[in-house]
């Protein structure tokens, strides 16, 4: 594409040095990637600035550059006021404004993001759509998977994968859409149909200053609906959520709030909740029926609901809504049984915030004949605040806590651990550094009845450490000490 086109919808500072013939074959946000022809964006990150790198863009072959600050080039250079929306409008066109071709839904909220993509995946592919997702385990397009680095990625990678899905015939979107994204800018561009909210709960406040900005990030998804009424957009809310007016606010179309509380478009009434499975009766305005699905705990009956009203909202017969979540297994790490044929259950979870853990282990509680033992440590270079709250949950409803490393990052694990647990003066809890080890000591000491929770890293199947990713995965873990333990009695 000719450069002179594709900046068509950018403000310009200097459009008088712009050249008419110059043609673009790609573009790039890091100087590493560039090639020939490349148009070059700098980017003012946290830890460089692109602008420093327009020397190495220029030995890769970049053919122009946008930036935002006064630089020194031998190649065309284009002033605009922020970079980071310049690349989202820029990607946009290059890649033939994707999203406006595709129905794509934007899940926002502390918790359960994940969880929502994989319900609402298995229901319209049921229905028969062909669809895609971008979240934390990986994106998926079609069959096919591809990992990917963000929860939810920068925009230059959003538009064109956007536009792939699009030549591979898919319809509609699921996609993860977290805090630090919105702040960021990321989903600049992205035209959402459909937004829905989980909940709000303590999390990222190193990065936001308190949960009131959080919040202010989180609602930015609702305000991206827009104003264009010519389209049938909604946004799926749960009413439950203390944060839920602030979401409502946000948009100028309408919601479709679920919950359990009467106020609810769709709500659940007379919920069961069993070790490995959970029933209850969906009460829309039209009609009632019953649900029966192998997902515990009442969390995800919330996601549940917030699934069902995003399918009622395409009008998904409720038959293939019940089929689908019935036959959903749920979703990898979360809630995971290692079932080696051993006498008690071993689950590993995602929980890594105070109010997941909470969840989590309030579900156990309810389902426990023994003991309850709990792994769970915190990640580094994030919310230190978390750290002691997440021991107290663990504290108050586990009978023994092994507090250990998570991800600790470029911290000190024994640090990270002294946060968490300096405090504590009961002793019903142990710390072992080593989560390998911590996670034997749980396996070796449980009794017939006892459950063990593992939380904090679900699906992950690396440990990073100082910069560099170790393999480290819960349930392969798991599986060899309970095996291990097998074999020895
Ligand atoms: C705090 C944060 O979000 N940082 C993101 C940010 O990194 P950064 O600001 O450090 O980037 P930088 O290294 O300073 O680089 C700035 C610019 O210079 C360019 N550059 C840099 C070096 C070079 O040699 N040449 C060059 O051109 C880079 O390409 C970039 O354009 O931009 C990067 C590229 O888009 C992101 O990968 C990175 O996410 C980091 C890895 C991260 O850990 N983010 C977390 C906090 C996050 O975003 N998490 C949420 C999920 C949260 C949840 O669900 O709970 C997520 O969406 O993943
Ligand atoms: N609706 C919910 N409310 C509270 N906790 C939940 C909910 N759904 C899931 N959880 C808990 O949170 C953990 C993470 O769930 P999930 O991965 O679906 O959330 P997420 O929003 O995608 O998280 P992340 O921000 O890390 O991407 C689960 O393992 C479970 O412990
Ligand atoms: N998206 C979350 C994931 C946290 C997972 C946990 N295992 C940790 O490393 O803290 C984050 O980046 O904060
Ligand atoms: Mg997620």
């Known amino acids: 594409m000719y450069l002179h086109e594709l900046l068509e919808d950018l403000k310009i500072y200097n459009t008088a040095n712009i050249p008419t013939n110059l043609l673009v074959d790609n573009i790039e946000m890091d100087s590493r990637k560039v090639s020939k022809n490349s148009l070059f964006v700098c980017i003012k990150g946290f830890n460089s600035d692109g602008h420093d790198f327009i020397g190495e863009s220029e030995e890769h072959g970049a053919c122009a550059i946008i930036a935002e600050r006064q630089i020194e080039s031998s190649l065309p250079v284009i002033y605009v006021p922020n970079t980071v929306k310049a690349l989202a409008l820029l990607a946009n066109r290059f890649y033939g404004n994707p999203s406006q071709h595709l129905n794509i839904i934007g899940i926002t909220g502390t918790n359960g993001k994940t969880t929502m993509t994989y319900l609402l995946d298995g229901i319209f592919k049921e229905y028969g759509h062909q669809t895609a997702v971008i979240g934390t385990i990986d994106m998926k397009i079609g069959n096919q998977t591809f990992p990917i680095s963000n ?20 319809d509609t979107v699921f996609m993860e859409v ?24 303590q999390d990222h406040l190193d990065y936001h200053l308190n949960m009131n900005d959080y919040a202010y990030a989180k ?20 009413i439950d959520d203390r944060y839920a007016e602030v979401m409502e606010r946000a948009t100028s179309f309408p919601i479709i709030p679920y919950g359990l509380s009467d106020e609810a478009f769709i709500k659940a009434k007379n919920l069961e909740l069993g070790a490995k499975y959970s029933s ?3 009460v829309t305005p039209q009609n009632t029926f019953s649900i029966k699905s192998n997902m515990a705990g009442k969390f995800n009956v919330y996601n549940m609901l917030a699934a069902i009203a995003v399918a009622y909202h395409y009008r998904i017969p409720i038959e293939v809504v019940k089929k689908s979540l019935q036959l959903s297994k749920g979703v990898p790490g979360r809630l995971e049984y290692v079932d080696v044929g051993q006498t008690f259950p071993v689950i590993v979870d995602y929980a890594h915030t105070p109010d997941s853990l909470e969840n989590v282990l309030e579900s156990l509680n309810e389902i426990k004949k023994g003991k309850i033992l709990t792994v769970v440590g915190c990640g ?4 230190r605040s978390k750290r002691p709250k997440m021991a107290n949950v ?37 710390v072992i550094t080593d989560r390998k080890q911590a996670i034997k000591h749980a396996i ?36 060899a000490f309970l095996e291990d333990r097998i074999r020895e009695t």
């Open 151 to 170: 929860t939810t990625p920068d925009s230059l990678f959003l538009h064109k994968h956007l536009n792939l899905m699009l030549k591979q015939n898919i």
């Open 178 to 201: 977290s805090s630090h994204a919105l702040h960021l800018g990321r989903v600049y561009g992205i035209q959402f149909n459909t937004v829905v909210f989980t909940n709000l709960t």
């Open 219 to 238: 609602s930015l998804l609702f305000s991206q609906l827009g104003n264009d009424y010519n389209q049938q957009k909604v946004a799926v809310i749960n």
């Open 280 to 282: 209850f009766e969906v």
């Open 380 to 383: 580094g270079d994030r919310d």
């Open 394 to 430: 663990s504290m108050k409803y586990s009978d023994f806590s092994y507090f250990t490393s998570d991800n600790p990052r470029s911290e000190k694990p024994q640090a990270i651990l002294k946060d968490m647990t300096g405090h504590l003066n009961d002793k019903r809890f142990k």
């Open 444 to 479: 070796m000491s449980a009794s017939k009845d006892d459950i063990v929770l593992i939380a904090g890293k679900g699906h992950e199947t690396y440990q990073e450490i100082e910069g560099k990713r170790y393999h480290f995965d819960d349930r392969e873990i798991a599986k």
